[in-house]
C-alpha cells in the first residue's frame, strides 16, 4: 500500500489565486482530515470526513473548501489565497466505527504552501 | 476552552538516558490518547496510543502513562537514541457519533546529543 499520498509537495501562490491540494489513500478507510499546521505549532484540524459524499468542518475551516466523491479521494481547496494560509498541510486518514474510539490517524507528508 | 498542552517545549537528553515528555488535557470525557513523532519535513507517526480504562502500555522502548486524576499523559522513551530526535505531540480523541476528530498538543522537541 502506499498509504496517504498528498500532491504537490510544495507550492508558491500569489494572493487571490487558489488551487487544489491533492490527497489519496488506499487503504479504504472511511474517514479522512485536513489540518494544517504553522510553525512551531501543533495541527489543527480543517476539515474532515466520515465518508464519501459526508464532510463537515474542523477548528479553523475558513477560506477552505473540500469534497469527498470517492472513499479514496478528499481533495482541499483554497479559493482566494492569503498570507494568513502559508503553513504545511497535512492529510491524514483512519478507519474509525461510530460510537467507538477511533483507530490511529495516519498521515501523509504533507504540502508546504507559501502565499505571497 | 479545552485544550491539550506540554509542558516543556524543548527536550534535551544525552543518548543512552531515558526521556519523559508530559502532556496536560483538560477533557474528561476523552476516553483515548496518542503519542506522535514527527521528524523534520515529514507527517506525524504514529508511536503509541492508550485508552482510558488503562493507565500504563508498552512498547518497544517507549511507554505511555495515563493519570485521569490529575489529567496527565506522559511518554517514555527508554535508552533515548539519535534517531528519536522530533517532535513529539500528544493528542486527545474526542468520542462522539460521527465525529472522530484527534486534538493536538503544541509540540515537544525531543533533541538527543552525543
Known amino acids: 500500500n502506499a498509504g496517504v499520498t498528498q500532491t504537490p509537495k510544495f507550492r508558491i501562490l500569489k494572493i487571490g489565486q487558489s488551487m487544489t491540494l491533492q490527497c489519496a489513500q488506499d487503504?479504504?478507510?472511511?474517514?479522512m482530515y485536513w489540518y494544517r499546521q504553522d510553525p512551531g505549532m501543533g495541527l489543527k484540524l480543517i476539515y474532515y470526513?466520515?465518508?464519501?459524499?459526508?464532510?463537515d468542518k474542523g477548528e479553523v475551516p475558513n477560506g477552505y473548501n473540500v469534497s469527498r466523491s470517492t472513499t479514496e479521494d478528499f481533495p482541499l481547496r483554497l479559493e482566494l489565497a492569503a498570507p494568513s494560509q502559508t503553513s504545511v498541510y497535512f492529510c491524514?486518514?483512519?478507519?474509525?466505527?461510530?460510537?467507538?474510539?477511533?483507530?490511529?490517524?495516519?498521515f501523509g507528508p504533507g504540502t508546504r504552501l507559501t502565499v505571497t | 476552552g479545552e485544550s491539550v498542552g506540554l509542558h516543556l517545549p524543548t527536550l534535551s537528553v544525552q543518548e543512552g538516558d531515558n526521556s519523559i515528555i508530559n502532556c496536560a488535557y483538560s477533557n474528561s470525557a476523552s476516553d483515548y490518547f496518542i503519542w506522535y513523532k514527527q521528524e523534520s519535513g515529514k507527517g506525524p507517526q504514529f508511536i503509541i496510543d492508550i485508552r482510558s480504562n488503562m493507565d500504563k502500555r508498552q512498547g518497544q522502548r517507549v511507554t505511555v502513562l495515563l493519570n485521569k486524576t490529575v489529567k496527565h499523559l506522559s511518554l517514555q522513551i527508554a535508552a533515548t537514541q539519535p534517531g528519536d530526535s522530533a517532535v513529539y505531540f500528544c493528542a486527545e480523541n474526542r468520542v462522539g457519533y460521527n465525529t472522530d476528530k484527534l486534538i493536538f498538543g503544541t509540540g515537544t522537541r525531543l533533541q538527543v546529543f552525543p
Open positions: 487503504m479504504n478507510h472511511n474517514y
Open positions: 470526513s466520515v465518508g464519501a459524499g459526508i464532510t
Open positions: 491524514a486518514s483512519s478507519y474509525s466505527v461510530s460510537g467507538l474510539a477511533s483507530y490511529e490517524q495516519y
